[in-house]
């Protein structure tokens, strides 16, 4: 195709109009970077019962107050009665274990929350349960403290039972420990 067999709409090919003779004055709005429009994704949160909700707001209330009191160097104000007992006298005790597994390895919609002190690291963490709810105390390497870890766990009369555990030698207390580890390793 010579010079003069070109239809009129090509551009010419030589000089600088060349590279910018194809583009419409009008369009050159249109060659930024593309911007795409994606709709907020909508999260379909569980239902809850009276019960299940007065429990996740007495656990969310401690693990704020862990957490306001990590960011002041304060202890923390929030009124817990923390009964001290052996982990095999706590009913379910495996089946909350086997849970808090599973919900840390794939977390539902608000079942962990996460409370930072102005360092970024972790105080306080939350799992929510169908029938129990954890507060994970952390304490820093430098305080020597062990992990203290509060569990609600719904009763009759929907009423919460906040425990806190310690080490125990036997078969459940390490499975415990074993879990709080996995849990605040998976919350990094």
């Not at 600088?16 to 907020?40: E, I």
């Not at 939350?126 to 020597?144: K, M, N, Y």
Request: with cysteine; hydrophobic share 40%; net charge positive.
């Amino acid at each position: 195709m010579s010079k003069t067999d070109r239809p009129d709409d090509l551009p010419p090919t030589t000089g600088s109009s060349a590279r910018h003779a194809s583009r419409n004055p009008r369009q050159r709005d249109n060659l930024s970077w593309p911007v795409v429009t994606v709709r907020p994704a909508t999260i379909n949160l569980p239902t809850l019962t009276v019960t299940q909700r007065h429990r996740r707001r007495v656990a969310d209330q401690l693990a704020t107050g862990l957490t306001v009191a990590a960011r002041t160097g304060r202890p923390s104000l929030f009124p817990v009665l923390a009964l001290t007992a052996p982990v095999d006298e706590i009913p379910r005790i495996t089946t909350i274990i086997d849970e808090a597994l599973q919900l840390v390895a794939a977390p539902t919609p608000a079942a962990i929350r996460v409370g930072r002190n102005l360092r970024g690291e972790r105080a306080a963490v939350v799992l929510h349960g169908d029938r129990w709810s954890l507060v994970i105390e952390t304490h820093q390497a430098a305080a020597r403290q062990p992990t203290v870890t509060y569990a609600f766990i719904d009763g009759s009369g929907g009423h919460c039972l906040a425990l806190c555990f310690d080490d125990h030698p036997n078969a459940l207390g390490v499975a415990w420990t074993e879990m709080t580890h996995h849990v605040l390793a998976m919350t990094t």
